[in-house]
């Protein structure tokens, strides 16, 4: 099944995708500082994990520990 239509999938990408864009944004900083345009998706995605970090992890921990039980 496909990411889009499996919501436990679905969430899995979102909170990947927002952990890599934090990370690549704190290494590679000039990367991400385009605001508009598709990067601009990456850079909000980046904002959303520095701004909510501790519920971003509180996400990423409940995830993993899904995955593993179900």
Known sequence: ???LFNFHSFLSVVLL???TC???KMQFSTILQQKTGFRGVFWKAARIGE???PWVAVGCLTMGVSIIVF
Do not use: D, E, N, Q
């Open 17 to 19: 995708v927002i952990c």
């Open 51 to 53: 701004r909510l970090s």
């Open 1 to 3: 099944m496909s990411a």
């Open 22 to 24: 934090t990370y690549v």
